[in-house]
């Protein structure tokens, strides 16, 4: 895309909501803002974090959520919950979980009329499933989530069982580096809209967390708004207009992250083993609906989706022997990616 281009998508994508928008995008606001400051009265920091997580939330996505122990990964979690007066559907995933322990199985029944198969439903069937620790289950195990992630149902015995909506998997796990985890397959990791990224809290942080968390009592989740709400609120999201130079960008950002591409980066050719999955081009654009909406806007801007490419590409970005050998992050190629988009 030329300078002269990128600077007419600029102007047409920073419009505001129509006249007949603008209220729901201040109830998109007012319900977002509730959301986090919830979340914010028991989790201390992390506010990129939260608000990504809410960005998969309101896109009907899937977030994993990667960091070292402790970090309150599952207590944000369990404040989301809070905040929406859901009940938390939990599976704590160790090497010997089976995939049936996730999805249910059939079981023999004793009824008055005799003996009947029935199926008995597993933790999967919650409308926001805290899968936590996943990387320490076996790959055959993480796979039971599949099928559930991309297809909202679980097949056993042949029978196809609807899960409940809204189905919103929400995934921890502990670097790869720590012993005695399992790395997700490609197919597992693509199915996530957005990875998170939870760093370690600075000074000031840990003294809050001491403050809120070593009395009688911690802070919970209070209840601000409801799934319903949320609900609707997902359609607002779908509705907002995405100009063609700006699906545009998302294909070239695509494209840029396969080393064969060429006019890929140096680093993508060099470190890079196989580049992001449209399923990468469909997050930048609805994480970038979302970032708009919470600027006032009702289009799409080039700087919305430049900056999700971190948290939506960097799960799908599959580095060689040589980048591992190197230290080389996927957040380090990716800012390449971006900066070569930008205008010269």
Do not use: W
Request: proline share 6%; glycine share 8%.
């Amino acid at each position: 895309m030329t300078t002269a281009t990128r600077a007419q998508a600029a102007a047409v994508t920073d419009l505001a909501a129509p006249a007949e928008g603008t209220e729901r995008v201040r109830e998109f606001l007012d319900t977002f803002e509730k959301l986090k400051a919830g979340i914010g009265a028991t989790i201390v920091g992390h506010d990129r974090v939260v608000e990504q997580m809410l960005i998969c939330l309101f896109t009907g996505g899937h977030a994993l959520i990667e960091g070292l122990p402790g970090l309150g990964k599952t207590k944000m979690i369990q404040a989301l919950c809070g905040c929406l007066g859901v009940d938390l559907a939990r599976i704590q995933f160790t090497p010997d979980l089976m995939p049936a322990d996730i999805i249910g199985s059939d079981v023999i029944a004793d009824l008055d009329s005799g003996r009947e198969l029935r199926f008995q439903p597993g933790p999967v069937f919650g409308q926001i499933l805290l899968a936590d620790e996943i990387n320490r289950a076996t790959p055959k195990t993480q796979s039971a989530l599949l099928e559930a992630m991309q297809e909202h149902a679980v097949t056993v015995g042949g029978k196809r069982h609807p899960l409940p909506r809204p189905f919103f998997v929400l995934a921890t796990q502990n670097p790869i580096e720590i012993d005695g985890t399992y790395p997700l397959p490609e197919a597992q990791i693509d199915r996530f809209m957005l990875k998170l990224a939870v760093g370690a809290p600075a000074a000031t942080e840990i003294a809050e967390i001491i403050e809120r968390t070593t009395g009688r009592e911690e802070p919970a989740g209070t209840q601000v708004t409801d799934i319903d709400e949320v609900e609707h609120l997902k359609l607002l999201v779908r509705d907002v207009l995405v100009p063609s130079e700006v699906k545009e960008h998302v294909a070239g950002l695509i494209l840029a992250t396969h080393p064969e591409t060429e006019g890929a980066p140096s680093s993508v050719k060099r470190f890079v083993r196989y580049g992001a999955s449209p399923r990468g081009a469909q997050a930048l654009v609805l994480a970038g609906k979302v970032a708009a909406l919470l600027d006032g806007r009702f289009n799409v801007s080039l700087r919305d989706v430049d900056a999700m490419v971190p948290p939506a590409l960097r799960h799908r970005i599959i580095l060689n022997f040589e980048a591992e050998a190197e230290g080389m992050s996927t957040d380090a190629i990716l800012e390449d990616v971006v900066r070569q988009g930008e205008p010269g």
